[in-house]
């Protein structure tokens, strides 16, 4: 079975500074997809980001990027030039190409817990 | 506005009462799913739906069912609640698409006392 891990309960990042969130999973699979989503106290989910792991390059949007190491299977985020509205719990998540069982199923990991100071 | 709607947003239920936890979708997704996210553990499965019609079970499905009469509709039901399901539960579907990411709920908060 798929396992995800954040190894970061917490973390605590200057404003308009950069902050690297960790993630690793444990797979057998070769074609999978991840995610980063982000919950704010006001509780919602929000993707924040996606990765293919058939695709070499890696994903970015806006001020979040991606560093994928499919190898390592490792897949941080990147937050650059933190706002104070970056705070919130951050979700790494693996979801299966297995279309059998449970289709697009994510496994979450625990969570990172994000502040951000002014 | 496209999207999830969970009911209600909170609920505080004395043990061993009956509760239906509401869910419906407008974006005619066909899988859905049901998540209870407690601190420290993320969010696990409980049960889902990959279409109408169809259900299976998650990670932690005792104590939980689910029914799927329509493709918009995907409620969560406690018989008996105890208080270790107390939890914050989350409605998602997911469109078609390999790539397709998960759309949530803005999430139920239960206490079961």
């Known amino acids: 079975a798929q396992t995800v891990t954040q190894s970061q309960p917490e973390m605590s990042v200057q404003e308009a500074e950069t902050v690297t969130l960790s993630c690793t999973y444990d797979?057998?699979?070769?074609?999978?997809?991840l995610f980063w989503y982000k919950q704010p106290p006001s509780r919602q989910m929000i993707l924040v980001i996606r990765?293919?792991?058939?695709?070499?390059q890696n994903a970015t949007e806006n001020r979040f990027s991606v560093n994928f190491q499919k190898a390592a299977k490792s897949f941080s985020l990147k937050i650059s030039d933190s706002q104070l509205g970056d705070a919130a719990m951050y979700f790494c998540?693996?979801?299966?190409?297995?279309?059998?069982?449970?289709?697009?199923?994510?496994?979450f990991g625990k969570g990172t817990k994000l502040s951000v100071k002014p | 506005i496209a999207g999830i709607t969970q009911a209600p947003t909170s609920q505080i239920l004395a043990a061993g009462r009956r509760m239906t936890l509401r869910c419906t979708q407008d974006?005619?997704?066909?899988?859905m799913y049901w998540y209870r996210q407690d601190l420290g553990l993320g969010l696990r499965l409980i049960h889902y739906?990959?279409?109408?019609?169809?259900?299976g079970k998650g990670e932690v499905p005792d104590g939980y069912s689910v029914s799927r009469a329509n493709t918009d509709d995907f409620p969560l039901t406690l018989a008996s609640a105890v208080p270790s399901q107390t939890s914050v539960y989350f409605c998602?579907?997911?469109?078609?698409?390999?790539?397709?990411?998960?759309?949530f709920g803005n999430g139920t908060r239960l206490t079961v006392t």
């Open positions: 797979t057998s699979e070769s074609d999978y997809y």
């Open positions: 739906s990959n279409t109408a019609g169809t259900t």
């Open positions: 998540a693996y979801r299966t190409w297995n279309y059998g069982g449970s289709q697009g199923n994510l496994i």
């Open positions: 998602a579907s997911r469109g078609q698409g390999y790539n397709s990411p998960l759309h």
């Open positions: 974006m005619r997704h066909n899988a």
């Open positions: 990765q293919e792991a058939y695709k070499q």
